[in-house]
């Protein structure tokens, strides 16, 4: 057992402190067992732990750190797997530090501890929360650009539209001649009835023939 885990156990032990857990998980699929587990080997009880899935750490709301912060009084302790866990962006991060030190509440990060009252224990914490917040940027910028390479070789189109221009035009011709319904014409080209009246509001209605004065209306509906 490592010293900080020493520290954490004899902690919990006198009951008058607690460690309070919080895992996070960007998406709802992220599994979170290896948070919980490296909790639960730093002293963390489960029934301490609160989570939050499928929210990043640039949302500040979120219920399971807002139901951690709460659980923390004087003398205890918030533990995070790392700091990113916890915040992305340094005001973020700030802003969680000063509600900790409101409370006089420890964090400890991956079991190194930090005093927010203390100036060092500050300190670090904040060099912590730039580099969360640098490696969040870096991410971003190299998810930017991927999408533009992606783009440029026409792996990245965006949402393509369900019909085709000539099936469009199709669709409003045959619309036109007034001999289906709205249900006959989705069925038809295999869309959705909204994606049917979309098309006729987009495309340029067909020239008024003699012989069908009535065309480019729908005459009947499902």
Not at 63 to 76: I, K
Request: net charge positive; no cysteine.
């Amino acid at each position: 057992m490592t010293d900080s885990q020493l520290t954490y156990s004899q902690e919990s032990s006198r009951g008058a402190t607690f460690l309070v857990g919080y895992p996070r998980g960007s998406t709802e699929q992220q599994d979170l067992t290896a948070q919980r587990n490296s909790l639960a080997a730093l002293g963390v009880g489960d029934d301490r732990i609160y989570v939050d899935h499928g929210l990043t750490g640039t949302n500040r709301e979120r219920p399971g750190l807002r139901l951690a912060l709460a659980a923390g009084h004087g003398g205890d302790t918030l533990v995070v797997t790392k700091l990113d866990r916890l915040a992305r962006s340094l005001p973020d991060a700030r802003d969680i530090l000063d509600e900790l030190t409101k409370r006089h509440v420890k964090l400890s990060p991956g079991g190194s501890i930090h005093d927010p009252t203390d100036p060092i224990g500050r300190l670090l914490f904040n060099v912590l929360a730039i580099v969360a917040e640098f490696e969040a940027d870096l991410i971003s910028m190299r998810t930017r650009e991927g999408m533009k390479v992606a783009k440029a070789k026409g792996r990245l189109r965006g949402k393509q539209p369900k019909l085709s221009r000539i099936q469009s035009r199709h669709l409003v011709e045959l619309n036109a001649r007034g001999s289906y319904t709205t249900a006959e014409l989705a069925e038809l080209f295999s869309v959705g009835r909204a994606t049917v009246y979309r098309t006729i509001q987009r495309e340029p209605e067909p020239a008024n023939n003699p012989q069908q004065p009535f065309a480019g209306t729908l005459t009947r509906q499902s």
